[in-house]
């Protein structure tokens, strides 16, 4: 089990982009968070195995949003954390 810390860079407010996110994630079994930021990014917390976060990253780099444009993602690891869900939050 991983746990990530991805910043999303480009066109991702405003767009959908964080139910799209979730939506991918619900469909993959991954928990977590994805969040605005003020800065125009969007903060997502991924937890899963190594596959299948793989799988979520290379989704979320291609969203299937016609709206949302991704030009760039910072991914880290970060200590495992206990999610029931994958949530959008505020």
């Known amino acids: 089990m991983k746990n990530y ?3 999303v ?3 991702v ?3 959908g982009f964080r139910y799209t996110t979730k ?3 619900d469909n ?5 968070i994805v969040r605005n930021q003020s800065d125009g990014t969007v903060y997502i917390e991924a937890q899963g ?3 299948l976060l793989s799988q979520f990253i290379s ?3 291609a969203p299937k949003n016609p709206f949302a444009k991704v030009t760039k993602i910072d991914v880290s690891e970060i ?4 999610y029931n869900d994958f949530s959008v939050t505020y």
């Open 5 to 7: 810390k991805i910043i």
């Open 9 to 11: 860079f480009g066109t």
């Open 13 to 15: 407010q405003g767009v």
């Open 23 to 25: 939506a991918i994630a």
């Open 28 to 32: 993959m079994g991954i928990k977590g």
């Open 49 to 51: 195995n190594s596959l």
């Open 59 to 61: 989704s979320i780099k």
């Open 79 to 82: 200590p495992v954390k206990t």
